[in-house]
């Protein structure tokens, strides 16, 4: 199996086959497994780079099949919950588990092939292990656990993707335009935006979708090195966890020199 092999994971054939096919029309491999059990073998033989599993499944479900993944050592990929039930309790209960994206049941192939697209191309692994934790918290302060139309929150907004843009190329103009061309001013790139992208989030759609809108937000701004941002995002919480890719967030863009603990790295 190549690295664009996509696992599918439902306990209803007919689904199976409708989302394989549409799958492979999109270009991309297809593994297929009717339980969750049957998901993890496959899993640990293929390695897939997606995982789309259905929520309500006899046995173990949805979310134990996530969870079961991550105790295992075995997810290292984007996981994305496949559910009919539209409430904010789902979106509690994935999180918790380990997924990172939600697609209800009946919404058009269209946004299959976008969920797909992006977390395919994107380099995101995986919801940064910060970011899962402010959308469990703001999940959880809201009020009921029969919140009605969710996904309707998850709809990805322009607005958002506007005002981080303009703020971030508000700053690069101010720097030369070699910036960019080392790894570390790109690092200390990816800081800022993130923590521009945090301050402009509201509630927890936008900490679900801080990968796409980060993605976006980057992918808009004036700058050519924008494609080779992938391989940072796939190691996202690794520059995270170093202090200085949190103190590099916290104040504008600037050469890397200008930086207060560049004297370490230099």
Known sequence: MGNGTVLLVDDEPVVLQMHSSAVRHFGFEVLIAESAEEGIALTRKYSPALVISDVQMPGEGGFDFIASLV??????????????????????????????????????????????????VSGFKSLPVDIRRRAIAAANAVSGDSFPGVMHHFRMESDI????????????????????????????FMARVTKVALE???????????PEILFRAVQSLDITWASGMASLYANFDDWASDDRFGEAGLVPLEKTMDYTWYETVA
Do not use: H
């Open 161 to 188: 993707v506007s005002r981080i843009s303009r703020r971030v190329q508000a700053e690069l103009s101010t720097l030369p335009d070699t910036f960019g061309c080392r790894l570390i001013e790109r690092v200390c």
């Open 200 to 210: 402009e989030s509201a509630d927890f759609a936008e900490y679900v979708k801080f």
């Open 71 to 120: 105790e295992q050592d075995l997810k290292n990929m984007p996981a994305i919950y496949l559910t009919g039930y539209d409430d904010i309790d789902i979106v509690r209960g994935g999180l918790k588990a380990g997924g990172d994206d939600f697609i209800i049941k009946g919404t058009s192939i269209e946004v299959l092939r976008q969920r797909i697209a992006f977390w395919m």
